[in-house]
């Protein structure tokens, strides 16, 4: 089974410009979650969908962050424009339906932002 | 706010020793709790997680974890590391009730030397 799959695996930028994040996640998942890990700290949420709604998105810098889940399945996060603070590893994760005893959160690998 | 405590920033093991990583939290009504490793260069992966019962958990590759309720406590242990438990660890709590949000730890680095 194909786990949660996110790309690009890197991306370098200059500051102001824009950058888009991709995220698939596991087939059947309704629940889908971006995170952002700056650098020697643990994930912090960004936003979660339950299908196509994004029911907490209050981490969201909505000043310059946007997602969008159409259709309920893939992901994109974007910045626009980028600002040096955004340096950090994107994280997408999913789980059918919340987290319970009988589910978790599968993680990809996720993308790594350095702005210059 | 939530918020997950991770006391150690770095350990350094030998092989064969003993570990236990400690986590604390600050909520006190009913929270679920996991911990999490990222081995180099792979995604986070689940170790094992408490949701209710015993507050004793196994989970994969010979790892536990205790809840302890009155101290807020949630660390992870093994009896014997091995070289290959060279991660990262994260501690993460999700409450109160079940909203599917993950607040992490600031993470422990475990190198074992072999």
Do not use: M
């Not at chain 1, 969908?49 to 310059?64: F, G, T």
């Amino acid at each position: 089974e194909a786990g949660v799959v996110q790309s690009p695996r890197y991306k370098i930028i200059e500051k102001k410009q824009p950058v888009a994040f991709w995220c698939n996640p596991i087939s059947g998942h309704n629940t889908l979650y971006w995170y952002r890990q700056n650098l020697g700290q643990g994930p912090e949420l960004l936003i979660r969908y339950e299908n196509e709604e994004a029911v907490d998105d209050s981490q969201l810098p909505k000043d310059r962050f946007s997602a969008e889940r159409l259709k309920g399945v893939d992901s994109t996060l974007k910045i626009q424009p980028a600002e040096l603070g955004d340096s950090a590893v994107y994280l997408c994760a999913s789980s059918s339906p919340l987290l319970s005893r009988n589910t978790e959160a599968f993680f990809g690998q996720g993308t790594r932002l350095t702005v210059v | 706010a939530q918020s997950v405590s991770q006391h150690n920033h770095h350990v350094i093991l030998s092989e064969a020793a003993s570990l236990e990583l400690g986590c604390n939290y600050s909520y006190g009504g009913t929270v679920n709790l996991f911990w999490y490793v990222q081995y180099p260069g792979q995604h986070l992966q689940l170790l094992l997680k408490y949701f209710s019962g015993d507050p004793l958990v196994k989970g994969i590759k010979g790892f536990e974890a205790e809840f302890i309720k009155s101290k807020f406590s949630f660390n992870l242990r093994k009896p014997s590391v091995q070289w290959s438990d060279t991660a990262e660890y994260f501690c993460a709590v999700n409450g109160p009730g079940n909203t599917g949000k993950l607040i992490f730890g600031q993470g422990t680095t475990l190198q074992v030397k072999p």
